[in-house]
């Protein structure tokens, strides 16, 4: 399978999960609006995905991804089973103080770390420690499904482990569905929400264990020891739990200083939610495929795989993020209006919650460009330079949303994230290229300059039709407005990739290839 079918491998069931995810935030958009219990659930929901971030998706993959193929390598299928097990036996121990922790000390938690203005409203305080406390166990139950999805990735078997999140959204709209048919109250909804949150954990750990049944590899924990193999995943680890935690802070000082003004928490996670579709399809997508590969093509001395695999990632990364950037960035209010404007959620909130995608859209190029040289330094075992560049990030963003939140409001704390994402990307890529680890072909260059001349043609298609058409983009009718939505989406979609395709910007050899393979399958 070539590298691109990979990405769509992934990317495709990614983009399964983020649908649903529109689906799921529209539902609750219409039942909650930008009201307490939204405003509750996602930041009690915010804590255990903070966790999950650090520990799991962060500094654990991390780690254990160029280890478990190191062991792969070297010792083929039994050793790296058994080097699985001693890390599950200590990560389920961890896992279970962790959790018993955290549910004890919730009350302090979330006044002090969470949502600490939230104490000016009782009801809405302990609304939010009672959701934190039924959702912990959620990061149990996936850090166990990232350890899991690593195995998996490790093996080249890429598409359930990233199916899984699917199910989380599954889950969450069903529950909304039967709230709705049983007409609940909005602190109800919330409970049943945070239930399902738990309930999805237990369905994804159950879909990967059955994953890893399927390729014959089980797991048997065993007595929790500190071998060698585990303090050196340990040690690696750190480092990276450090950037995670340093990133994950980051976003919680946001979430502390949003929370001062009423809303903004939903304001910023509907926001978010949109940005996170192109982040996600494509920044994941390669971020799950490139370490494994990179991992295995660095343990092999096989160095000119590696420059490959850089390349056509960046290629790719870019030729679909510039894009949906430059996208986001002009059209953010029929797309907000079109996706979530209806019941509690008023043209009020739509023009706020605007605001904050189009600065988000500014670092979204950022992020992916993170997700790519950031495989560089952890399939090296290199876990300190991405801590640099998560320091530098985060004191810059927490300074820029201290300095723009008053000034300009929540959308302050979006730009001051989007620039310090630009400043990590830029330090990673340098680091990359004074280290001789990573040096762009003359091919990759001209098309990363063709892709950007190639997204300037189609915003400036955008910006004439968005400047002449805005009222009835806006104005009409809901069946209307998606039609004219979706059909701008599509005449940017023919101008760009039309361009892209004739000049050369994209690989036509390696789409080609992917869509004679789709056809077959």
Do not use: C, H
């Amino acid at each position: 399978m070539s590298l691109v079918a990979k990405f769509a491998s992934v990317g495709g069931a990614t983009m399964a999960s983020r649908v649903l995810g529109f689906v799921r935030e529209a539902m609750i958009a219409a039942f909650l609006g930008a009201g307490p219990v939204a405003d509750a659930f996602y930041a009690a929901f915010r804590f255990p995905n903070l966790f999950r971030r650090l520990f799991a998706e962060g500094a654990f993959n991390a780690a254990f991804v160029p280890l478990f193929a190191k062991e792969i390598e070297a010792g083929g299928t039994l050793a790296a089973k058994k080097f699985a097990e001693q890390v599950l036996s200590v990560l389920l121990l961890t896992l279970f103080a962790l959790s018993a922790l955290a549910m004890i000390f919730m009350p302090f938690l979330v006044g002090t770390v969470i949502a600490p203005k939230f104490a000016a409203d009782p009801a809405k305080f302990d609304l939010t420690v009672l959701l934190a406390r039924i959702m912990f166990p959620y990061l149990a139950a996936m850090s166990l499904v990232a350890m899991m999805a690593g195995i998996l990735n490790s093996m080249r078997r890429y598409f359930l482990a990233a199916l899984a999140p699917v199910l989380l959204n599954i889950v969450l709209v069903t529950s909304l569905l039967m709230s709705g048919y049983l007409d609940l109250a909005a602190p109800e909804i919330g409970l049943v929400m945070s239930w399902s949150v738990t309930l999805s954990g237990v369905a994804q750990l159950g879909l990967l264990i059955w994953a890893l049944r399927r390729e014959g590899f089980t797991l048997a924990p065993a007595r929790p020891r500190l071998t060698p193999a585990v303090k050196r995943l340990l040690w690696l680890a750190l480092p990276a739990a450090i950037t995670g935690g340093i990133t994950q802070i980051n976003l919680l000082v946001g979430q502390i200083i949003a929370s001062a003004e009423a809303g903004a928490i939903a304001v910023i996670n509907y926001a978010d939610r949109l940005n996170q579709l192109p982040l996600g399809v494509i920044g994941i997508a390669i971020g799950v495929v490139l370490l494994p590969e990179l991992s295995r093509a660095l343990r092999a001395g096989n160095a000119e795989e590696a420059q490959y695999l850089q390349n056509r990632s960046l290629e790719f990364g870019m030729a679909i993020t510039v894009p949906a950037a430059v996208g986001l960035a002009l059209l953010p209010e029929p797309i907000i209006a079109l996706v979530f404007e209806r019941g509690a959620f008023t043209r009020e909130t739509t023009l706020v919650t605007a605001s904050v995608l189009a600065a988000f859209a500014i670092g979204l190029p950022a992020f992916v460009l993170t997700k790519i040289f950031t495989p560089a330094f952890y399939a090296r075992e290199d876990m300190r330079t991405p801590l640099r560049a998560s320091i530098i990030s985060v004191i810059l963003n927490i300074a820029g949303s201290l300095l723009l939140f008053p000034r300009i409001g929540v959308a302050g704390i979006a730009l001051a994230t989007s620039l310090s994402g630009w400043i990590a990307a830029l330090y990673l890529g340098g680091r990359l290229w004074s280290g001789d680890l990573f040096r762009p072909q003359a091919i990759t260059l001209r098309r990363l300059a063709l892709i950007s001349a190639g997204a300037a043609l189609m915003g400036a298609a955008l910006w004439w039709i968005e400047a002449r058409y805005a009222a009835f983009l806006l104005e009409s009718g809901l069946l209307v407005r998606l039609v004219a939505v979706l059909g701008v989406i599509a005449f940017a979609f023919v101008i760009y990739f039309g361009f892209a395709i004739l000049t050369g910007a994209l690989d036509r050899r390696e789409f080609a290839r992917l869509l004679k393979r789709r056809r077959k399958s």
